[in-house]
T-cell receptor
Framework: TQLLEQSPQFLSIQEGENLTVYCNSSSVFSSLQWYRQEPGEGPVLLVTVVTGGEVKKLKRLTFQFGDARKDSSLHITAAQTGDTGLYLCAGAISVGNEKLTFGTGTRLTIIP | EAQVTQNPRYLITVTGKKLTVTCSQNMNHEYMSWYRQDPGLGLRQIYYSMNVEVTDKGDVPEGYKVSRKEKRNFPLILESPSPNQTSLYFC???????????FGPGTRLTVL
């Protein structure tokens, strides 16, 4: 089983600050997805990256896939309280979605 | 509204009493999957299905069964639940083009 390690596990910062969350593995993935999960709900897809070195932006969120397709990062600029949640990365080893390996998550709290 | 639904949302049962958690999606997705989420372990895949009558084991299939008789439904069956199956369960679906998965709201199961 491929392992995806996320760091940090917990992060608590003031509103307006910037932050980066990391997702690392020794395995190569064909694609990597980022999800956000709020209490009592299922994960919601934020982005999928498929090309080594790819950078995608979603408003204040910037996602990057490592050149070797083994790691990824999520950078949030000027964090807002609405960014609070559990952030999960998930890697697919094949072209389709069938075998997704999830990281253990980063629990982000934005303090007003 | 496009969605994945799960029932029940909460269930408390006793060891050995067979139960079924239903999952249904209205997006005509080929791919469906079941995960369990446990503290410190993240989301782990139980079973997945690429299409009707096609199912395969994920990372933690022991003690679970699934069936895919119709495209929209993917029930999870616990023939003889045990306390170590106490967990938060999520069903997910996706189309075959690697855009990420749509998750249901979760089923919190407690086995006494």
């Amino acid at each position: 089983t491929q392992l995806l390690e996320q760091s940090p596990q917990f992060l608590s910062i003031q509103e307006g600050e910037n932050l980066t969350v990391y997702c690392n593995s020794s395995s190569v993935f064909s694609s990597l997805q980022w999800y956000r999960q709020e209490p009592g709900e299922g994960p919601v897809l934020l982005v999928t990256v498929v090309t080594g070195g790819e950078v995608k932006k979603l408003k204040r969120l910037t996602f990057q896939f490592g050149d070797a397709r083994k790691d990824s990062s999520l950078h949030i600029t000027a964090a807002q309280t609405g960014d609070t949640g559990l952030y999960l990365c998930a890697g697919a080893i094949s072209v389709g979605n069938e075998k997704l390996t999830f990281g253990t998550g980063t629990r982000l709290t934005i303090i007003p | 509204e496009a969605q994945v639904t799960q029932n029940p949302r909460y269930l408390i049962t006793v060891t050995g009493k067979k139960l079924t958690v239903t999952c249904s999606q209205n997006m005509n997705h080929e791919y469906m999957s079941w995960y369990r989420q446990d503290p410190g372990l993240g989301l782990r895949q139980i079973y997945y299905s690429m299409n009707v009558e096609v199912t395969d084991k994920g990372d933690v299939p022991e003690g679970y069964k699934v069936s895919r008789k119709e495209k929209r439904n993917f029930p999870l069956i616990l023939e003889s639940p045990s306390p170590n199956q106490t967990s938060l369960y999520f069903c997910a679906s996706s189309p075959p083009n690697r855009v990420g998965q749509f998750f249901g709201p979760g089923t919190r199961l407690t086995v006494l």
